[in-house]
């Protein structure tokens, strides 16, 4: 978060920039995931730059008070319902991916998952003593729901993302076994004559998976519920081997937005000053153009992650011999010199 708070303040646009706790570090300091006042900051900002929640250390609280119930209030409470997350291979890191060179040369694939309903956020969900085949026993249940209007703005923003990349969609569901996603394949197709410049295929998520890892380069946007997209997100980010250079944004319907990197908050190398802080600053970069509408400024910050790429600057999580290995400080001056 500090590289690229650095960048963001190196451009000079003139950004007010607050600071506030939220998952873990928020847990510590005041009991709660997310705080009241982190709330009031959020609700009152264009954009909030995110940094990874969890660790083992909160590992056995009680699920209300654990760091992911931070991220996933913060998501419901701004209405940040569609999550565009990239998997793109940098042509430099083609090593990086444990796929053959050929399969992923040229990736760029864009998921975008829903990000506020379905099998997260519905009711009712718990863990009871219930009497079930003649047992009284532990009873586990939550609840898998999508209303058609969620459904339709998600899809907006698929055809819209598709329309301005190769004008192709592939929405992913499980129709052959659940009704909400019968629901998610009809409300799609309906959208589909809105946008003729655009073509809509549909996968099963199981078969998704495979193709992901077997033709990946298949896809262009991919569009698909929370917890489908939180799956293939996860497996589309390891095609480039490098989970550590990938960037995320979650709008709302005005392009309010919180961003964050793909990855997780890597608690066996916290605090040591060797973590990647690429996907952050490339957040950053999706912040400027999404919410903020500078194209031009989001375009300098990905050219300069791609100059100290190409200069050889490499952390841990990306080395290879023959390049620079750097701690987290210094790829982020890199990054200020490329800029
Ligand atoms: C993600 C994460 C979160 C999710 C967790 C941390 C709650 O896995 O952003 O993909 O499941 O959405
Ligand atoms: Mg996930």
């Given at each position: 978060?500090?590289?690229?708070?650095r960048?963001l303040?190196?451009?000079?646009?003139?950004?007010?920039?607050e600071?506030?706790?939220l998952?873990?570090c928020?847990v510590?300091?005041?009991?709660?995931?997310?705080?009241?006042?982190t709330q009031?900051?959020a609700?009152?900002?264009d954009?909030?730059?995110l940094?990874?929640?969890?660790?083992?250390?909160?590992d056995?609280?009680?699920?209300?008070?654990?760091?992911e119930?931070?991220?996933?209030?913060i998501?419901?409470?701004?209405g940040?319902?569609?999550?565009?997350?990239?998997?793109i291979?940098?042509?430099?890191?083609?090593?990086?991916?444990t796929?053959?060179?050929?399969?992923?040369a040229?990736?760029?694939i864009?998921?975008?998952?829903?990000?506020?309903?379905?099998?997260?956020f519905?009711?009712?969900?718990?863990?009871?003593v219930?009497?079930?085949d003649?047992?009284?026993?532990?009873f586990?249940?939550?609840?898998?729901?999508?209303?058609?209007?969620?459904?339709?703005?998600?899809?907006?923003?698929a055809?819209e993302?598709?329309?301005?990349?190769n004008?192709k969609?592939c929405s992913?569901?499980?129709?052959n076994?659940?009704?909400?996603?019968?629901?998610w394949?009809?409300?799609?197709?309906?959208?589909?004559?809105?946008?003729p410049?655009?073509?809509?295929?549909?996968?099963?998520?199981?078969?998704?998976?495979?193709?992901?890892?077997?033709?990946?380069?298949?896809?262009?946007v991919?569009v698909?519920?929370?917890?489908?997209?939180d799956?293939l997100?996860?497996?589309?980010?390891m095609?480039t081997?490098?989970?550590g250079?990938?960037?995320?944004?979650s709008l709302?319907?005005?392009?309010?937005?919180?961003?964050e990197?793909?990855?997780g908050?890597?608690?066996?190398?916290?605090?040591k000053?060797?973590?990647?802080?690429?996907a952050?600053i490339?957040?950053a970069?999706?912040?400027?153009?999404?919410?903020?509408?500078?194209?031009?400024a989001?375009?300098?910050?990905?050219?300069?992650?791609?100059k100290?790429?190409?200069?050889?600057?490499?952390?841990g999580?990306i080395?290879?011999?023959?390049?620079?290995?750097?701690g987290?400080?210094?790829?982020g001056?890199?990054?200020?010199?490329?800029?």
């Amino acid at each position: 978060m500090a590289e690229a708070v650095r960048v963001l303040k190196a451009l000079d646009l003139g950004f007010e920039m607050e600071e506030a706790h939220l998952g873990g570090c928020a847990v510590d300091a005041t009991g709660n995931p997310y705080p009241e006042a982190t709330q009031k900051l959020a609700q009152a900002a264009d954009a909030v730059l995110l940094g990874a929640v969890g660790g083992p250390k909160w590992d056995t609280l009680p699920r209300e008070q654990r760091p992911e119930r931070g991220l996933l209030g913060i998501r419901k409470q701004l209405g940040l319902f569609a999550n565009l997350r990239p998997a793109i291979l940098y042509p430099e890191l083609a090593n990086a991916s444990t796929l053959k060179p050929e399969v992923v040369a040229g990736l760029d694939i864009l998921i975008v998952r829903e990000l506020t309903g379905d099998i997260y956020f519905g009711q009712p969900r718990g863990i009871e003593v219930r009497d079930v085949d003649g047992l009284s026993q532990r009873f586990g249940f939550n609840t898998m729901h999508y209303t058609e209007s969620e459904i339709r703005r998600i899809g907006r923003v698929a055809f819209e993302a598709a329309r301005k990349r190769n004008k192709k969609v592939c929405s992913v569901d499980k129709m052959n076994v659940l009704e909400t996603t019968q629901l998610w394949r009809d409300v799609m197709i309906e959208l589909a004559p809105e946008y003729p410049d655009v073509e809509l295929t549909h996968m099963l998520v199981d078969n998704a998976a495979m193709q992901l890892v077997k033709a990946p380069k298949q896809f262009d946007v991919m569009v698909t519920g929370n917890m489908f997209g939180d799956i293939l997100s996860d497996e589309a980010s390891m095609l480039t081997g490098s989970i550590g250079m990938l960037p995320s944004a979650s709008l709302d319907a005005n392009n309010k937005g919180l961003y964050e990197p793909s990855h997780g908050s890597a608690p066996d190398i916290a605090g040591k000053g060797i973590a990647n802080p690429l996907a952050t600053i490339l957040s950053a970069a999706m912040m400027l153009r999404y919410t903020f509408n500078q194209e031009a400024a989001a375009q300098r910050v990905e050219a300069a992650v791609k100059k100290v790429l190409a200069q050889g600057f490499r952390t841990g999580d990306i080395y290879e011999p023959g390049t620079k290995k750097v701690g987290t400080k210094e790829m982020g001056d890199a990054v200020l010199a490329a800029l």
